[in-house]
Nanobody
Framework: QVQLVESGGGLVQAGGSLRLSCAASGLTFGTYALGWFRQAPGKERKFVAAISWSGSTTSYADSVKGRFTISKDNAKNMVYLQMNSLKPEDTAVYYC??????????????WGQGTQVTVSS
């Protein structure tokens, strides 16, 4: 079974940086991609970024393009989200998610517990 554990959240001033980490276990060749989502209070969970199992393909939400970078370390089963030029509107709980690909309609099926990111103005 896939398990995901996020870390690295915290409080940062606008314009600052944070790096989130996601430790993944139980991954198999059935993993299509790993992604980051975020959920602000009272709002729906939204896509932030994703990276393919091989690491060769990445995608980003328009709101974070040019500021956030997703990467992975296959040897350590880690996925990272480097967040630069943070804005108050980036404040949210950030979740790491597992995407099994076409076998489940490309729907994310496992999630971590989340890590809080707060950006002060």
């Amino acid at each position: 079974q896939v398990q995901l554990v996020e870390s690295g959240g915290g409080l940062v001033q606008a314009g600052g940086s944070l790096r989130l980490s996601c430790a993944a276990s139980g991954l198999t060749f059935g993993t299509y991609a790993l992604g980051w989502f975020r959920q602000a209070p009272g709002k729906e969970r939204k896509f932030v970024a994703a990276i393919s199992w091989s690491g060769s393909t990445t995608s980003y939400a328009d709101s974070v393009k040019g500021r956030f970078t997703i990467s992975k370390d296959n040897a350590k089963n880690m996925v990272y989200l480097q967040m630069n030029s943070l804005k108050p509107e980036d404040t949210a709980v950030y979740y790491c998610g597992h995407n099994p690909g076409p076998t489940k309609g490309y729907e994310y099926d496992y999630w971590g517990q989340g890590t809080q990111v707060t950006v002060s103005s």
